[in-house]
Structures are given as structure tokens and as C-alpha cells.
């Protein structure tokens, strides 16, 4: 896999958007960047993928730097319950889904 | 609901029993996955099951054998395990095609403790 790198943890108010940074400056032409959560306890939770083009769906929007080397992750009006660990992910085309240990986020009161 | 069940939810286990975690997915997917998370640590990849045939084995250890005996269920057999291997067990599937491994749903997930 590509490797990707997320900052350890982050802080963001209720209400306000978060924004998750993912650096993957390895990532080759055809592979994906996959983004996940992990609420305590359950089982992680796919939220949106891209490749080069930005997306959007109902939980959240990715954009993807036009050379492809890092993306963002934008929750536009975060709530407590979107208080998880998050995952950018890289798959090498083909082969499976590495979740390394991707960024604590927290949303305050 | 994300298609993908997990039983038991939760299974307590003495070092010599035998048991199984069962997963089911509804979601018409042709590859299946079982990964362990321990304590504050990543998810680690255990087997991949695509098509039904064992893809992938990451070193685990033989107390761990699972069993895919149709695209929609996957099974961990546990046998002689040690207070280490207690984790949360987590189940995905996904569709495989072209090469490719699309997006991967999971389960709730089996929290094991060995005793």
C-alpha cells in the first residue's frame, strides 16, 4: 500500500466543520484514496473514496490535491457522534486495505 | 446496519476450548475478510477469502483456521488459544473484481477474551 501519514489526534467544535488531512505522496495513477472511521468498540465504517476528482455524500467530502499527493477529509458540520478515530487508506491496486493507526478525532461540546 | 453480521457479540473462552465466530454478509459481495484488533493497536489483516479460495494467510497462527463455505458466510475456528489472542474480531466483505478489491464493509465485530 501507499503509505499514508494523519496526524495523531485532533480537536474540532460541535458545529464547526472538520478538516482531516491525509499525506500519501507515493500514491501511483490507478490507486484509490479510501477514507474510514472507527467509533469505539464497533466495527470501521467506509465513508467516501476518490480518485481524482473531488467527492461528496451524505456523511462527508474528499478532496484530492490536483497531483494527488494528499487529500482532506471534510466534515462539514461535525457532532459529538462523529467523535472516532478516522482512517485514510491507500490501497495498492489489487491488494488489501492497510489501516495504520489514522487520527483521533474528537469533537467538543 | 452496514449488511455484514457477527455472532457471537461477545465470547469468553478458557485456553483449551474449542469455538467458533461465525459472519454473514447480505450485501452479494464476492470476497470476505477476517481481521483482529487488539488493545490500542491497528487493525491487522488475518485471511482473505475471495471466491470462495483462501487468498491470503498473514502468518497466523494455526490455533486460528477459518472456513469459507460460500460466498455470503465466513467462519474462525478457534482452538488452544492463549490470553494474547484475546481482541476484537472483525469480519468485512467487499466486491472483488477486474483485480480489484473495492470498499470493504464490516461488521460489528466479536470481542473475545481468553481465560
Known amino acids: 500500500d501507499a503509505k499514508t501519514t494523519q496526524p495523531t489526534s485532533m480537536d474540532c467544535a460541535e458545529g464547526r466543520a472538520a478538516n482531516l488531512p491525509c499525506n500519501h505522496s507515493?500514491?501511483?495513477?490507478?490507486?484509490?484514496v479510501y477514507w474510514y472511521r472507527q467509533i469505539h468498540s464497533q466495527g470501521p465504517q467506509y465513508i467516501i473514496h476518490g480518485l481524482k476528482n473531488n467527492e461528496t455524500n451524505e456523511m462527508a467530502s474528499l478532496i484530492i490535491t490536483e497531483d494527488r499527493k494528499s487529500s482532506t477529509l471534510i466534515l462539514p458540520h461535525a457532532t459529538l457522534r462523529d467523535t472516532a478515530v478516522y482512517y485514510c487508506i491507500v490501497p495498492n491496486y489489487g491488494q488489501n486495505f492497510v489501516f495504520g493507526p489514522g487520527t483521533r478525532l474528537s469533537v467538543l461540546p | 446496519e452496514t449488511g455484514v453480521t457477527q455472532t457471537p457479540r461477545h465470547l469468553v473462552m478458557g485456553m483449551t476450548n474449542k469455538k467458533s465466530l461465525k459472519c454473514e454478509q447480505h450485501l452479494g459481495h464476492n470476497a470476505m475478510y477476517w481481521y483482529k484488533q487488539s488493545a490500542k493497536k491497528p487493525l491487522e489483516l488475518m485471511f482473505v477469502?475471495?471466491?470462495?479460495?483462501?487468498?491470503e494467510n498473514n502468518s497466523v497462527p494455526s490455533r486460528f483456521s477459518p472456513e469459507c463455505p460460500n460466498s455470503s458466510h465466513l467462519f474462525l475456528h478457534l482452538h488452544t488459544l492463549q490470553p494474547e489472542d484475546s481482541a476484537l474480531y472483525l469480519c468485512?466483505?467487499?466486491?472483488?473484481?477486474?483485480?480489484?478489491?473495492?470498499?470493504?464493509?464490516f461488521g460489528p465485530g466479536t470481542r473475545l477474551t481468553v481465560t
Open positions: 468485512a466483505s467487499s466486491q472483488f473484481k477486474g483485480g480489484r478489491s473495492y470498499e470493504q464493509y
Open positions: 477469502y475471495s471466491l470462495e479460495e483462501r487468498v
Open positions: 507515493t500514491i501511483s495513477g490507478n490507486e484509490y
